[in-house]
């Protein structure tokens, strides 16, 4: 990024566990940045924090603090951005938010750069990324649509606790030694024991009987993929998985499809990485795409109850492809194409 | 039972995990057993196996041996099936298999006594119990399919370890023990790390790119319901669950759907629970369906992908439902019904 400028970049939740991703892929993927600052509640704020040597001393996330801030990545939750957010974008901060707050506002794109990349260009000083579980599934889904039309999907994940964040991974952790000691398990953060088990509800129930997870799903798919009567229906789990969501995805087509043709739009598809061979027993799982830029997609066969449909399974990671990464993918199209600008020219 | 006669049973396959079950169960539901003969391999004969004050030798299976049993238990693998279940037949002996060697035979019934019973009476020595999958699944599809008429299903599973076998709950438990311990992770029984993972192949591959396990689940579903052109596509995958065995459901009916009239035949069939309340979060979780005899059905919503279905959610014990105790149960059904007769008469 020779031409690029560099940037005065913020982290908002840069303690949480979305927070700590973004904080180490700035600097893995050399996005330019010329300050990086770290804000967090005020409870967080002082603490000092190393990245890449590096130390960073976290700053209380407040009303007045972007001024000099050219893009801030919110990885905290809804109440966060809805907050902290309209102060960013009134000092000339791109929000890149990865919050659910505002991805349905009719002005807020929704973008997924290998997807809908040129709503990019329509913003108002926010862009939202997808929730966790969305972006995985489309990173099988999207390719199949460009080859053979998407009309309808089905869908069950299975959803890593890094998900619902660093105290569901300690809570995890904490099971499996109890259980490993002969000793009673604590459950704080889900209503019940995730080790060794599976919880069929992800965020909180909607009128429909559906959950909070499920109807982001669907709506998410539809607005980013620009299908604004695409069925969906899905089913989403929890289960005692540290990192990475997999989901097994059935979907039905307006044209003719083949595994020959699937296999190549997935193989050529950027987010994706096909993983596909029976005899080999080779398929994606979780642990093997933890911590990896791409999705791996596998299992695809030709659905047997659809007249033209193909069964898939995908597995991404949800902190990075799923929240992180795909936060800092956006901005770094942004600034590649010109899109984002600082607001003081870099010391040459 | 009081006006039952005594019976002379056999488990064949002893020493595994459905055997011991068995071996359980046999006893806990009081079934009339005059003696009780346990087999297993050449390797497992002389073990001594202990249950409820009894102490049994295990003794070798092979042909001969079932000269004076009424009705065995087959626990074993297809192979033993094969090898041994004529020779049981020819002796007399009624063959309760739980192996898939002979479950789509023509000739042979498979049964789930809570939906096809009439089944029973149509044997010529050998009952099939369907695959674990299918019959956790079948306990919430049933009734549904009887209120609405079922049309097509997709499936997605959460399937135990224990559903691979004794070694492959010995495989999780060491890896998780490995993993605390920081020690290096071995796999024998599984191709991938099943501790904190999941593996999205269970059974091996067929030329359809559908798994054993998938393609069970759509015959056998539609031999037990007697629904020859069923559509049903589904994905079984493995979790690091000890016992019991999930699986989320997309299901299309001919007839109108409501919630209130799914939940009423899911609550008024024999073979399942109705755990079904978004306000208090509750739904079946596979460690709240282990050692339960019947299976929890939850989560029960319109479907939002079809026009005339229902989603829901199932957990439901491999070992009990899935295998031991559907089989004891078609024979607990067939010696109150008196289509099992004992050869000797039991002493007064």
Redesign the interface.
Known sequence: MQNTPSFTVAIVGATGAVGQELLQLLHQRKFPMATLRLFASARSAGKVVECAGTRYTVEEAKPGVFGDVDVAFFAAGGSVTRALAPDAVKAGCLVIDKSSALRMQPDVPLVIPEINPEQLRTHRGIIANPNCSTAVTLMGLWPLHQAFGLK?????T?QSVSGTGAEAVRELDAQ??AL?NAQPVVKKVY???IA??????VDT?GS???TGEENKM?LESRKIMGLPNL???T?C?R????RAH?I?V?AEFERPVS?EAARKAIAEFPGAELVDD??G?K??????FSRQVKCGV?????????DN?L?F?V?GDNLWKGAALNALQNAELMAREGLLKPKKKAAA
Do not use: E
Request: net charge positive.
């Open positions: 309808r999907y089905f869908a069950a299975y499996v030694h490993v209503p019940y024991q060794f088990n599976c919880i069929p509800q129930f429909d009987g559906y669907m069925k969906v229906s089913t789990v289960v005692p998985v540290v997999s097994a059935n595994v029976q005899a027993r398929y994606p799982t979780p642990l093997d596998g299992r695809i066969r030709i659905d047997t109850a659809f449909g069964a399974w597995s």
